[in-house]
Every structure is written in structure tokens, then in C-alpha cells.
């Protein structure tokens, strides 16, 4: 079981609050969707597990699901990271989703406002993300909210799984 839901952040209408039991469903619904637009390979059989990890540790990082008037219009993921260049704590948004018909009404703009609050207020110092290429739209939402392209470039390397 999960923790309680708590407040996160609020900005007007639009609050983040901690994924709780009642709203695992649907937000599985939503990152389904999420990722198959983003073309990642992601089941609920795969993805189940590891999201109920990550929201019972704060350790981790935080899941929150975002409503607007008590509506569920989206979530948003971030983990935690630690690098010395940044003072310690940095964040790392790993997914932001708002559902198509909460699209084109600034609450992606809102919607990182509170990503950053609930980020700083677990003491990160930078938050990161990525995006694809052909995503202009949510470019151009990042970079007006201060996101730049850091002097280096992201790599990553997926590692086998242990030898049991």
C-alpha cells in the first residue's frame, strides 16, 4: 500500500498531490499513453512495480498526480539524483504529462512551476530533463520556463541485469 496522499504544491487551481492507492490506476492509464507517444516500450506488467517503489520513497524521487478543481489532468515524475557541480540534490524530470483535453491552457507552464517548487522544497538544486527532437511544443514549453541545453550532452548506457 501506499502512503497517504499529500499536497506537494499548489498554484490556483492546479495542485500536485502524492500518488495514492485510488489514483494508481489512472495514472497508468496516462503513462501508457505517455510513453507510447514518446515511443517507449512500457507496460503496466513491467512499469506496475517500479512506480509503487518509487512513490513509497521519498528517498527516490516523488510521483504526483496533477488535478485541476479536484479533476485529474495529468502527473508528473521526478527522481533524485546527487552531483557535486550542483550543490548536492538535483532532480531529474523524467515524465510530465497533462491530458489532451487540459492541453493548450498554460498548465504546462503551471504544471513545472510546481514541479520546481516540490523539487527545491525536497532540497534539489537543479532540475533536469529531457526531450525528443521532433517534440517542439514541449521545447519550447521547457525553454520558456528557463530550461537550456547544458554545455554537454546526455548519454546513457543501459545496463544487463545482474548475474544471479
Request: charged share 25%; net charge negative.
Amino acid at each position: 500500500m501506499l502512503p497517504a496522499t499529500e499536497t506537494l504544491a499548489e498554484d490556483g487551481d492546479l495542485r500536485a498531490r502524492t500518488l495514492d492507492e485510488a489514483s494508481v490506476e489512472r495514472v497508468i492509464d496516462a503513462m501508457l499513453v505517455f510513453n507510447a507517444g514518446e515511443q517507449i516500450v512500457w507496460t503496466r506488467a513491467d512499469g506496475e512495480a517500479p512506480l509503487r517503489t518509487l512513490a513509497a520513497s521519498r528517498d527516490l524521487g516523488v510521483v504526483a498526480v496533477l488535478e485541476r478543481g479536484g479533476a485529474f489532468v495529468g502527473y508528473f515524475v521526478v527522481t533524485w539524483g546527487f552531483d557535486l557541480e550542483w550543490g548536492g540534490r538535483d532532480a531529474f524530470l523524467t515524465e510530465l504529462y497533462l491530458t489532451p483535453e487540459s492541453r493548450g491552457q498554460g498548465l504546462g507552464k503551471r504544471a513545472l512551476g510546481l514541479v520546481e517548487r516540490a523539487a527545491s522544497a525536497h532540497g534539489a538544486r537543479a532540475v533536469h530533463l529531457m526531450v525528443r527532437h521532433d517534440n517542439t511544443v514541449a521545447e519550447a514549453l521547457y525553454r520558456g520556463s528557463g530550461f537550456v541545453e547544458p554545455p554537454r550532452r546526455f548519454l546513457t548506457k543501459v545496463l544487463a541485469p545482474p548475474a544471479t
